[in-house]
């Protein structure tokens, strides 16, 4: 398996441009996990899906991120209109329950997003 | 905030000692996983240590649990330069389906 693949690696944006970041999860794996990552506040859980649906959004900071996942195979982070304080690496990140031997999380590479 | 915190925030060492790394945490856990990030990557899965066990080896890592304590330890034996990344430890919610993480560890092994 490729593992979890997001897109774009890199992206530089201007403030008030709308920025859309992309997931394809594991196959087979039924969670799916948006996280931050900054210097200041760590890793923080955004929101987690469970076979498509939304169960926890609590940690999305504002109205300005939406989160959606269509299908089993793609999600998609969206933050209209970002602002200089959303500049952080985004992670997509995938699991499959497992009730016996505890849920692992397989990460992707990691969205790195710089508004100016 | 659910996330726990690791212990020290940096450690340098020199090639072949032994590094430990702390992580304290908040709430009942079902089970307790670390993980390891090079610089610029992912996060990579290490070791799960469940809450009903104290203690977990995998080849050079030792890890312990202290549910009293909400605290837990990983150990590296025998480091290597290549061990040099972050490490982080990740507590499930109360579902067990959703993962808070800590501050992490910045780790220097130097050769």
């Known amino acids: 398996d490729a593992g979890v693949i997001q897109s774009p690696r890199h992206e530089v944006t201007e403030m008030g441009q709308e920025v859309t970041l992309r997931c394809k999860p594991i196959s087979g794996h039924d969670y799916l996990f948006w996280y931050r990552q900054t210097m200041m506040r760590g890793l923080e859980l955004l929101i987690y899906f469970n076979n498509n649906v939304p169960i926890d959004d609590s940690g999305m900071p504002e109205d300005r991120f939406s989160a959606k996942m269509p299908n089993a195979s793609f999600s998609t982070l969206k933050i209209q209109p970002s602002e200089p304080r959303d500049s952080a690496v985004y992670f997509c990140?995938?699991?499959?329950?497992?009730?016996?031997?505890?849920?692992?999380?397989?990460f992707g590479e990691g969205s790195w997003l710089t508004v100016v | 905030s659910q996330q726990g915190e690791e212990d020290p925030q940096a450690l340098s060492i020199q090639e072949g000692e032994n590094a430990t790394m702390n992580c304290s945490y908040k709430?009942?856990?079902?089970?307790l996983q670390w993980y390891r990030q090079n610089s610029g990557r992912g996060l990579v899965h290490l070791i799960l240590i469940r809450s009903n066990e104290r203690e977990k080896h995998s080849g050079r890592l030792r890890v312990t649990l202290d549910t009293s304590k909400k605290s837990s330890s990983l150990l590296i034996t025998a480091s290597r330069a290549a061990d040099t990344a972050s490490y982080f430890c990740?507590?499930?919610?109360?579902?067990?389906?959703?993962?808070?993480f800590g501050t992490g560890t910045s780790l220097t092994v130097i050769p």
């Open positions: 709430t009942s856990i079902n089970n």
């Open positions: 990740a507590t499930d919610g109360v579902t067990g389906n959703q993962f808070y």
């Open positions: 990140a995938s699991s499959r329950r497992q009730v016996l031997t505890g849920n692992t999380i397989y």
